[in-house]
């Protein structure tokens, strides 16, 4: 009997670990969909641009963007330097209003943007 149930304790693991890995997919896909939203407001060829140069110049390829939002914004302030916040809360707005949640700015508070995306993250937990 023990083995059983230690069998079935591995596979409840597996599958949380799995599940947990599907939702942090999911929401990759999301981040992934609001910057590409936000990056199309400057046009097409502009996204293409910005794309090619954070892979090329920052090392930085599009699929491994959300695990490296501290050097994604840097790329972008690099890039755009202080307008590089306005793609920022572009971003922000998307993912927020992909995932039902509202996205709230204080009026005394600085907008931090992997601060957001964080909390937007454990909220799809």
Request: glycine share 6%; aromatic share 8%.
């Amino acid at each position: 009997m023990k083995i059983s149930v230690e069998a079935h304790q591995s596979q409840s693991a597996t599958t949380v670990g799995s599940s947990l890995a599907q939702r942090t997919e999911a929401f990759n896909r999301l981040l992934l969909g609001s910057i590409d939203e936000a990056l199309f407001s400057l046009g097409e060829s502009s996204r293409q641009s910005i794309y090619f140069h954070v892979e090329h110049t920052f090392r930085l390829p599009r699929n491994e963007i959300p695990e490296n939002l501290c050097r994604f914004q840097s790329a972008l302030e690099k890039i755009f330097g202080g307008s590089s916040r306005l793609i920022e809360i572009l971003i922000m707005k998307s993912l927020y209003g992909k995932i039902n949640e509202p996205l709230l700015i204080g009026n005394n508070e600085e907008l931090e943007f992997i601060a957001y995306i964080e909390a937007a993250r454990n909220s799809c937990k």
